[in-house]
Structures are given as C-alpha cells and as structure tokens.
C-alpha cells in the first residue's frame, strides 16, 4: 500500500489489540500454458514490520505449493503488490501478466447435485 493509504473493506478481520494489516501481495504459482492457478499464496505486513521482499515471497509460495505435494516443475509464478482480495476465483492472464478474476468452473446444483454425491462418497469412506 501507499504510505498513508488505508485498505478499503479488508477480507482480514482480527480481534483484539493487534498491529493493522497495511499491505497484502499475493504470489499465484501458475500454469504458464493457460494461466491456471495451483496455489494463491499471501503475504501480510502488519504496522511496524517490514514487508517481505517479492523475491522471498515468490520463494515461499513454491515452497508451500511443494509442501502440499504439487508438481511445481515448469509453474510460472506471478508477484502481485497491494493484492485486494474480493474472494474471487482467479487466472492469470497470460496476456497482461496479470490476475483476472473467473467464474467457479461448476454451477453446484441446488437438489441431487455434485456436492451431494461428494457428500455421499465421503460418508462410504468412513
């Protein structure tokens, strides 16, 4: 953020005597062929402290994409400053180098649909 910007309707909430959150990046390791998102890591810097360094960022958000067992061999990675999270889903547009928010890939239908089968299949499972 600026200095002496404020964020605007912050997804993060906190409670209790806590430093403000004054910046949130976000670091998308991606698939450079169509933009797909395997993993949207954020970073938060809180009054008083030091922003990390996109080049700390981007390696940590391949970090943690390995540390869930994703392949990250020949994933992009996308540095994104002042990051203003609407809750979207997102892609990467190849074009710009930038996050474009998507639609949900599936319509979840609201009686006898695909979440009720997942449901289903995870009580089999128990």
């Known amino acids: 953020m600026a200095a002496g910007k404020k964020r605007e309707k912050s997804p993060i909430q ?14 998308a390791v991606y698939d450079p062929d169509n933009g797909r998102i395997l993993l949207l890591h954020q970073s938060l810097t809180f009054a ?11 390696n940590n958000a391949l970090e943690y994409a390995r540390n869930l067992h994703a392949r990250t061999d020949g994933m992009a990675v996308l540095h994104v400053p002042d990051f203003d999270a609407s809750g979207a889903l997102y892609r990467v547009d ?5 996050l474009v928010e998507i639609s949900p890939p599936v319509e979840f239908p609201k009686k006898f649909g695909c979440l009720e089968r997942v449901i289903r299949i995870i009580d089999l499972r128990r």
């Not at 008083?48 to 981007?58: L, N, P, Y």
Request: proline share 3%; no cysteine; net charge negative.
């Open 14 to 27: 906190s409670v209790g005597d806590v430093p403000e959150v004054v910046s949130v990046d976000a670091v």
């Open 48 to 58: 008083g402290a030091d922003r990390t360094s996109a080049e700390v960022q981007k």
């Open 94 to 98: 190849l074009e710009h180098n930038n």
